[in-house]
């Protein structure tokens, strides 16, 4: 499937928030490979979420659209200092910078079509392009499914966990001690 590429604007939120909760939890989500509807009640992201992350220096949200000009695809992207995920103190300066790649989307009835790795070339693309060091996210650490298609990609996990967020805005735990694990990918620059 041809897709086009842009950072989201404030109009598109309504629909991103539909996407992503669609994607993640409930029902709808389960015809779908990524769903967290077995680990975590609630939603996944709300309008403020969205907006925040549209609206944050150096963040942005981006969507890919099908030829008919519909969301398929979507993702939150932030230029973050390299060891975030560790230390809340660090800024973020020229050398000491990473991609922050999350709340990856696919339409549901669209996965395991290829739009996934598209939409990631894209984001690696852009991270080369920036001249970021590397592109990292977390995961939760029972998506052994999701992990394992990030390895297969060129990630590799740190070994380090986090704490799933305590804020019921981003889903209520349906089992105990949720934890997320680092992932991350060194990009090559072209010099």
Known sequence: MKLSFSMASINEAPD???????AYRGEPS??????EADLLDGQRTDYDQIIHAIEEPFSSIVVAKNVHNQIVACCEIKIIPQDYFFSKHTQLTIGNR???FGMFTVTPDL?????GKQVLTHIEGLATKWGLDKIQMSVITQRKELIDFYLRRGFSLLPHLIDFPSDPKFGVPKVE???MIILEK???TTL
């Open 16 to 22: 991103i928030v539909k996407l992503v909760n669609s």
């Open 30 to 35: 389960k015809t779908g490979w990524t769903t």
């Open 98 to 100: 990473n991609l922050y």
């Open 111 to 115: 996965q395991n079509s290829g739009l």
């Open 177 to 179: 001690n949720l934890k």
């Open 186 to 188: 060194k990009i090559k």
